[in-house]
């Protein structure tokens, strides 16, 4: 993955973002500012190619904030909805968040696995659906744990 640095001013935030996680915290976004004021961006931030944030809202608000004009991004090629917000979801679960947050991501996290179960239990081959290279590890793991049981 090449990094590459983008204008804070040609970035868009993703509204996928604002609705699953509200907006950030002022404080936090202030203290990461200060942070990358001394140490820098130290994680590119996940861009489509039409300049809409996949990863790194925080990170984008803080470096406006520290008056950063560029920040390191990687691009993120052929994203659907679907996988933005399953990339969010995944790239933001190790961080503490509130019950609603949690489940803002298990309601996203169904709407990429339900369709790809259901085509399943159809017979059908779900790898072309959104997600599915994602998910498919962990119903590999599942299955092979159900068999050996």
Same mark, same amino acid.
């Given at each position: ?14 509204? +996928? ?7 950030? %915290?002022?404080?936090?976004? *202030?203290?990461? @500012? #200060?942070?990358? $004021? ?29 008056? +950063? ?7 993120? %090629?052929?994203?659907?909805? *679907?996988?933005? @917000? #399953?990339?969010? $979801? ?60």
């Amino acid at each position: 993955m090449e990094i590459f640095y983008m204008s804070v001013d040609e970035l868009r935030e993703n509204p +996928l973002n604002v609705e699953m996680y509200g907006e950030p %915290d002022e404080e936090e976004v *202030a203290l990461l @500012a #200060l942070d990358i $004021t001394e140490r820098g961006i130290r994680q590119p931030l996940v861009v489509t190619p039409e300049g809409v944030v996949v990863s790194g809202h925080r990170r984008l608000a803080a470096a406006k904030l520290a008056g +950063l004009a560029e920040v390191p991004c990687i691009l993120q %090629d052929n994203v659907d909805d *679907a996988r933005m @917000a #399953l990339e969010m $979801t995944l790239d933001n679960a190790p961080r503490k968040r509130p019950f609603t947050q949690l489940m803002a991501h298990a309601l996203m996290l169904r709407k990429v696995v339900q369709p790809i179960l259901k085509a399943r239990q159809r017979h059908e081959d779900p790898s072309g659906l959104p997600g599915y290279e994602l998910v498919a590890p962990v119903i590999k793991a599942l299955e092979e744990k159900n068999n050996k049981q």
